[in-house]
């Protein structure tokens, strides 16, 4: 038995192997990292042009009201997460946490009103236990259903809007966080104009049985490269993204990861539905008072990459720790090292130099705004 006979493998796998993709185990599937291109030229493709991303690891759930009213799903949903799902217009999406009753994150997810139910897309390694945690909490106000039928890619870069708009025309008028179903070579597909990569760009959900040939018909397009897990990695990291297990996890709270923004007024002490998720002392007093820590930005000096893991000093001899790297590479678009990490809330000011400990050296480290790249969705 190879080391791969046990891993999972998407609707796509077939085409990866076609293109020469060298694929690595990934959240229990088998997934190409990188294809002949390498990972430096699919960075910077889509950054001028428009890479294709297979993530259908991902977790794609259908969450109905049993009433029948999707308003009663919103609300389901808001006693799970901190943020506004009944405000949520239909065709539009948005950025939600699933949290703990310390203020921990359970996972990062998308949610998706799609007029008589929401489409919510949460991480590979979490899915199966996010369904659980939705089925435990929700179960009896609403029926939850984990497509496993369903492929979903990104396209995403400048020239993305114009590829897939010679499949689709009506995509120019999508804006961004908007969702629609659309025709792609009689696929039933599912849009959203959202990514994870600072660019603009598009997610596709397809019915898993016409996939490769969606997929196919894109990557004919001569602006079309396909792109592997490594840019992926990289890609994001520049645009200032949190992976989860890296930036965030179930013991840090988004007002420490710097995810306030999520969390809209009406879900804030004070506003109309204040409060009534997991954690939501822990989170709303921490929104008012601030955190002991916070994810931070952080350009090394020089061309060596500082990884996830290395601890932060104020001093070159690393006597006095005040934060951990939890990602870090060399950032292509930027021509040199970038990371992020966790620093006191003292230390967490843009300019702020810090010491790394890189294999036993101090290498210095200033605290820089994110992202490290312009994002470029459309508004």
Same mark, same amino acid.
């Given at each position: 038995?190879?080391?791969?006979?046990?891993?999972?493998?998407?609707?796509?796998?077939?085409?990866?192997?076609?293109?020469?993709?060298?694929?690595?185990?990934?959240?229990?599937?088998?997934?190409?990292?990188?294809?002949?291109?390498?990972?430096?030229?699919?960075?910077?493709?889509?950054?001028?042009?428009?890479?294709?991303?297979?993530?259908?690891?991902?977790?794609?759930?259908?969450?109905?009201?049993?009433?029948?009213?999707?308003?009663?799903?919103?609300?389901?949903?808001?006693?799970?997460?901190?943020?506004?799902?009944?405000?949520?217009?239909?065709?539009?999406?948005?950025?939600?946490?699933?949290?703990?009753?310390?203020?921990?994150?359970?996972?990062?997810?998308?949610?998706?009103?799609?007029?008589?139910?929401?489409?919510?897309?949460?991480?590979?390694?979490?899915?199966?236990?996010?369904?659980?945690?939705?089925?435990?909490?929700?179960?009896?106000?609403?029926?939850?259903?984990?497509?496993?039928?369903?492929?979903?890619? =990104?396209?995403?870069? /400048?020239? &993305?809007?114009?590829? *897939? %708009?010679?499949?689709?025309?009506?995509? +120019?008028?999508? @804006?961004?966080?908007?969702?629609?179903?659309?025709?792609?070579?009689?696929?039933?597909?599912?849009?959203?104009?959202?990514?994870?990569?600072?660019?603009?760009?598009?997610?596709?959900?397809?019915?898993?049985?016409?996939?490769?040939?969606?997929?196919?018909?894109?990557?004919?397009?001569?602006?079309?490269?396909?792109?592997?897990?490594?840019?992926?990695?990289?890609?994001?990291?520049?645009?200032?993204?949190?992976?989860?297990?890296?930036?965030?996890?179930?013991?840090?709270?988004?007002?420490?990861?710097?995810?306030?923004?999520?969390?809209?007024?009406?879900?804030?002490?004070?506003?109309?539905? =204040?409060?009534?998720? /997991?954690? &939501?002392?822990?989170? *709303? %007093?921490?929104?008012?008072?601030?955190? +002991?820590?916070? @994810?931070?930005?952080?350009?090394?000096?020089?061309?060596?990459?500082?990884?996830?893991?290395?601890?932060?000093?104020?001093?070159?001899?690393?006597?006095?720790?005040?934060?951990?790297?939890?990602?870090?590479?060399?950032?292509?678009?930027?021509?040199?090292?970038?990371?992020?990490?966790?620093?006191?809330?003292?230390?967490?000011?843009?300019?702020?130099?810090?010491?790394?400990?890189?294999?036993?050296?101090?290498?210095?480290?200033?605290?820089?705004?994110?992202?490290?790249?312009?994002?470029?969705?459309?508004?």
């Amino acid at each position: 038995m190879d080391e791969t006979s046990e891993l999972k493998k998407t609707p796509l796998h077939t085409l990866h192997l076609s293109l020469g993709a060298r694929m690595v185990p990934f959240a229990g599937y088998d997934m190409p990292v990188q294809y002949p291109a390498g990972v430096l030229k699919e960075h910077l493709h889509t950054r001028s042009q428009a890479g294709l991303f297979d993530v259908s690891h991902m977790g794609q759930i259908v969450l109905r009201a049993r009433s029948g009213d999707n308003a009663d799903a919103a609300r389901a949903l808001e006693t799970l997460v901190p943020v506004d799902v009944l405000g949520l217009g239909e065709g539009r999406q948005r950025y939600a946490l699933f949290t703990n009753d310390r203020g921990g994150i359970l996972d990062d997810l998308m949610i998706a009103n799609r007029g008589d139910h929401f489409y919510i897309v949460v991480n590979a390694a979490c899915k199966d236990a996010d369904f659980a945690h939705m089925q435990a909490a929700i179960g009896d106000r609403c029926e939850i259903k984990m497509h496993d039928d369903r492929a979903l890619v =990104a396209l995403q870069g /400048p020239r &993305a809007e114009a590829v *897939l %708009g010679e499949f689709w025309s009506d995509v +120019t008028e999508m @804006r961004f966080m908007d969702v629609r179903a659309c025709d792609l070579h009689d696929a039933d597909c599912i849009v959203s104009r959202s990514g994870y990569t600072g660019e603009d760009g598009f997610e596709i959900s397809i019915p898993a049985d016409q996939a490769h040939i969606v997929c196919s018909r894109l990557l004919d397009h001569p602006d079309v490269m396909p792109i592997g897990l490594g840019a992926r990695d990289s890609l994001r990291l520049e645009a200032g993204l949190c992976l989860y297990g890296n930036e965030i996890d179930a013991q840090t709270t988004p007002v420490e990861a710097a995810l306030e923004w999520a969390i809209q007024k009406v879900r804030r002490k004070g506003g109309e539905r =204040a409060g009534g998720f /997991p954690g &939501a002392d822990v989170i *709303l %007093g921490q929104l008012e008072n601030g955190a +002991t820590r916070r @994810r931070v930005g952080l350009r090394p000096e020089g061309r060596a990459p500082v990884r996830g893991g290395v601890v932060l000093s104020t001093d070159p001899a690393g006597e006095n720790a005040v934060g951990t790297v939890t990602s870090g590479g060399f950032g292509p678009s930027v021509e040199g090292p970038v990371a992020m990490g966790y620093v006191t809330t003292d230390q967490a000011v843009i300019g702020t130099q810090l010491h790394a400990d890189v294999r036993g050296k101090a290498l210095p480290v200033t605290i820089a705004p994110l992202p490290f790249v312009k994002s470029t969705v459309k508004r």
